[in-house]
């Protein structure tokens, strides 16, 4: 089966830099994705990491270790607009690895 | 479709009643899941098609839960005798096919059971 822990709530301040963990297990695995949720609205894609190692696009950054089953989305010059969750999920299983699994989603609030 | 459509957008039903959600996917995309989404939560998987593979139902809280997806194209997910627990935003999502990392995620069906 797959498990993907991610911390509930983060808060943070406009400009600063903010880093949100995940860590999975699972059965297979063939790539962990971060997706940005703002209220009411469907999720949207943010990154995608299947190899280890750091992924930057933008403000936006993650980072993925294969050996200890985590990974962390690094949000820089925070706007208030980042104010929103972020989903970790991860593709995996027992389907020939491709069902994609989310984490509960960590809802950040940023502060002016 | 310039990207993936769901009906309706808004559904309120009675308790013990039935409904049927309907997904229309991003033209192509041979990859389609339904996740579902209570007020606060994550997404919680309910089934999952590719291509012509039978679907992965794992997900699915009951039997009262079905989908089909007719011509490798639009998905339905049937709800039998609903129940006040299955109220909840209902999205679907699809992608290009297997290798492809990225879901494109529909605006959701919220579902009401009074």
């Known amino acids: 089966g797959q498990n993907i822990d991610q911390p509930t709530e983060m808060t943070a301040t406009e400009g600063a830099i903010v880093q949100i963990n995940c860590t999975y297990q699972?059965?297979?695995?063939?790539?962990l994705f971060w997706y940005q949720q703002h209220a009411g609205e469907a999720p949207t894609f943010l990154s995608y990491n299947v190899l280890d190692g750091l992924e930057e696009k933008g403000r936006f950054s993650s980072f993925l270790s294969r050996s200890k089953g985590y990974s962390y989305l690094l949000l820089k010059e925070l706007q208030m607009k980042d104010s929103a969750s972020y989903l970790c999920?991860?593709?995996?299983?027992?389907?020939?690895?491709?069902?994609?699994?989310f984490g509960a989603g960590t809802r950040l609030f940023v502060k002016a | 479709g310039a990207g993936v459509s769901q009906s309706p957008s808004n559904k309120v039903t009675e308790k013990g009643k039935d409904v049927e959600l309907r997904c229309d996917p991003i033209?192509?995309?041979?990859?389609l899941y339904w996740y579902r989404q209570s007020l606060g939560q994550g997404l919680e998987f309910l089934i999952y098609?590719?291509?012509?593979?039978?679907?992965?139902k794992s997900g699915l809280p009951s039997d009262r839960f079905s989908a089909e997806r007719t011509g490798g194209s639009v998905s339905t997910l049937t709800i039998q005798r609903t129940q006040q627990e299955d109220s909840a935003v209902y999205l679907c999502?699809?992608?290009?096919?297997?290798?492809?990392?990225?879901?494109?995620f529909g605006s959701g069906t919220q579902l009401s059971v009074l």
């Open positions: 999920a991860v593709r995996g299983g027992n389907t020939g690895g491709f069902k994609t699994i």
């Open positions: 098609f590719q291509g012509n593979s039978a679907p992965d």
């Open positions: 999502a699809s992608s290009r096919d297997r290798m492809n990392e990225k879901l494109f």
């Open positions: 699972t059965s297979g695995f063939n790539g």
């Open positions: 033209s192509g995309h041979t990859a």
